[in-house]
């Protein structure tokens, strides 16, 4: 029964609160209620009541009313304050598993100022911020991560308890928008097909060794350091080497190269290579089941490659709310399925 009404809540919440990277709050999706303190206060306003009754003391009565005309204008107080906040996901963030992604969200009040809203995620919030009237106001929300994979919150919730603490007005945004979690970088064993020592000056000098390529003429957007300078110079011919088969450059990372290993480790690996060249500013390629992505060099292609193998296996997976992709259950049901059928 408590499973029944929890689904039809959030199926509720989910209509008046689609998903979306820009949230504008107003009376129709904001809630109110009594903070701990609040239900005291009103606990004591109704004993303050019967006493006053029972003993018919107009100072009692007095009493009670101004106290409950304070806790009356404070809940119009505490919904005023997040009426009319603006929450837009600027950036969602990219981290290596096991780090705090970051998903940065711009505040914006449109009316009044906006005074102690904080955001959080299960427990994980950031310090009460303060918007004045028609400026802007960046906050960064950082979430712990577990896995590789894409990760998209299913609410982040935006609450205010000013003025007096008694109540807390709040509602949540259900950021559109998956930030991605690399593979944790594990340091790859030397037999891992990365660039061998005597290759490790391979962006200073051009490579010589061609008992596996096939020379073909130099095309627009070849690296530099795959270019015969040597049959440059002698007689004015531009040619590219080609190695046989893309895992015969020492510029290739390739995931085959870590046989008999499991497919998590294999990609940990890989990350930690990607990360390393990326650092050392080297060209490399690298070789996934069903990806290639073609040598390069530089902060871009190094992210890139850890994109890839962030969602590696997990393509048409569909996004979990709350938390990223496990991939040793997504392998979990694809063999399962297999097993089936």
């Given at each position: 029964m408590g499973h029944f009404f929890t689904d039809r809540w959030q199926r509720w919440i989910h209509r008046r609160i689609p998903r979306s990277d820009v949230q504008h709050f107003d009376q129709k999706n904001i809630f109110i209620l009594p903070t701990r303190a609040g239900f005291v206060f009103g606990i004591l306003l109704v004993i303050m009541l019967i006493t006053g009754i029972n003993y018919q003391n107009s100072l009692i009565y007095l009493m009670t009313f101004v106290l409950g005309t304070v806790f009356i204008g404070a809940m119009h107080q505490t919904h005023r304050n997040l009426s009319g906040l603006e929450l837009s996901l600027l950036k969602a963030g990219e981290t290596f598993s096991g780090e705090e992604i970051g998903f940065r969200f711009r505040a914006k009040a449109s009316g009044a100022d906006v005074v102690a809203i904080w955001l959080s995620w299960r427990g994980h919030k950031v310090a009460p911020v303060h918007i004045p009237a028609g400026q802007?106001?960046?906050?960064?929300?950082?979430?712990?991560?577990?896995y590789r994979g894409y990760f998209r919150p299913e609410r982040i919730r935006v609450?205010?308890?000013?003025?007096?603490?008694?109540?807390?007005?709040?509602?949540?945004?259900?950021?559109?928008?998956?930030?991605?979690?690399?593979?944790?970088?594990?340091?790859?064993p030397e037999s891992t097909g990365a660039v061998p020592d005597e290759c490790d000056d391979?962006?200073?000098?051009?490579i010589d060794d061609t008992d596996h390529a096939e020379l073909r003429p130099w095309?627009?957007?070849?690296?530099?350091?795959?270019?015969?300078?040597?049959r440059y110079a002698r007689n004015g011919q531009m040619v590219v080497a080609d190695w046989e088969g893309e895992g015969g450059s020492p510029h290739w990372l390739d995931f085959d190269s870590f046989q008999g290993i499991d497919p998590e480790v294999r990609l940990r690996y890989l990350a930690w290579l990607v990360r390393e060249r990326t650092k050392a500013d080297q060209p490399f390629g690298l070789l996934l089941p069903g990806v290639t992505i073609e040598p390069d060099q530089g902060?871009?292609?190094?992210?890139?490659?850890?994109?890839?193998?962030?969602?590696?296996?997990?393509?048409g997976t569909e996004v979990p709310d709350g938390e990223a992709i496990n991939p040793l259950e997504v392998a979990r049901a694809s063999s399962g399925s297999e097993a089936r059928s």
């Open positions: 802007t106001r960046d906050v960064n929300l950082l979430i712990p991560t577990t609450e205010t308890r000013f003025p007096f603490g008694l109540l807390r007005a709040w509602s949540w945004i259900r950021p559109a928008t998956s930030g991605v979690i690399y593979p944790s970088p594990l340091t790859a391979a962006s200073a000098s051009p095309r627009e957007g070849d690296l530099s350091q795959r270019v015969m300078w040597k902060a871009a292609h190094g992210q890139r490659c850890l994109r890839a193998l962030a969602v590696w296996g997990l393509e």
